[in-house]
């Protein structure tokens, strides 16, 4: 079955650290990976994807993630962080479905930023 | 730059009651989805809609529920006699699909709550 992990409820970090935020995935044949953001009561904003190519993505707000197919990994990082990355984070998959894709929803890892 | 948008923003309803939830999808977009976040949990699957039917639906999107395209731009899903666990968030989300795999946009949302 297609489905996608974050191991991590939540994470904690310091502001200026660097943080990751991990993810791994189960899908059939080629991952289409994408990564969103959800600030409290607020909808889900795109942060960045990897279809093809490089395995390092860069985003949006100065994430990045890197794609691992030996370990069927995309882990979200930014070098430094900020108090206003803290929001809830969710990795996922679009799978196909008839006539199109269907995006598969890790469970979200909360990132708080501490200054 | 485009957006999906919804309305309501926040819907307060009885038990039992019918509610209608409404999108605006991006107007050059093919495929819509409505999607299903309780409280604290993570983001579900209901439906996808393409060429004025429905093309999947989840194991939750149940006979209680039903979407519809009434005209060009709308897309509406109705939950026929609300329910306690019906209460959630729900995103309505539309993607062009050129083939490639596209990204889905999502809406803000609906905060549904069913007393």
């Known amino acids: 079955a297609q489905s996608v992990a974050q191991p991590e409820d939540q994470v904690n970090v310091a502001e200026g650290n660097p943080l990751t935020v991990k993810c791994t995935y189960s899908?059939?044949?080629?991952?289409?990976l994408f990564w969103y953001v959800q600030y409290p009561n607020r909808g889900l904003q795109f942060l960045l994807k990897?279809?093809?190519?490089?395995?390092l993505v860069k985003g949006s707000y100065g994430f990045e993630a890197e794609f691992n197919k030996s370990q069927t990994s995309f882990h979200l990082k930014k070098p430094s962080a900020l108090v206003s990355d803290s929001a809830l984070y969710f990795c996922?998959?679009?799978?196909?479905?008839?006539?199109?894709?269907?995006?598969?929803f890790g469970a979200g890892t909360r990132l708080f930023v501490k200054a | 730059e485009p957006e999906v948008t919804q309305t309501p923003s926040h819907q307060v309803t009885q038990m039992g009651q019918e509610v209608i939830l409404r999108c605006v999808p991006i107007s050059n977009h093919l495929y819509f989805y409505w999607y299903r976040q309780i409280l604290g949990q993570k983001v579900e699957f209901l439906v996808s809609f393409y060429n004025n039917e429905i093309s999947e639906k989840s194991e939750i999107f149940d006979d209680q529920f039903s979407v519809e395209r009434p005209d060009g731009s709308n897309f509406t899903l109705k939950i026929r006699s609300t329910k306690l666990e019906d209460s959630a968030m729900y995103f309505c989300?539309?993607?062009?699909?050129?083939?490639?795999?596209?990204?889905?946009?999502f809406g803000p949302g609906t905060r549904l709550t069913v007393l």
């Open positions: 989300a539309s993607t062009y699909q050129t083939g490639g795999v596209d990204e889905q946009f």
């Open positions: 996922a998959v679009r799978v196909p479905n008839t006539g199109g894709f269907k995006t598969i």
């Open positions: 899908v059939s044949g080629n991952p289409y």
């Open positions: 990897y279809i093809t190519g490089d395995n």
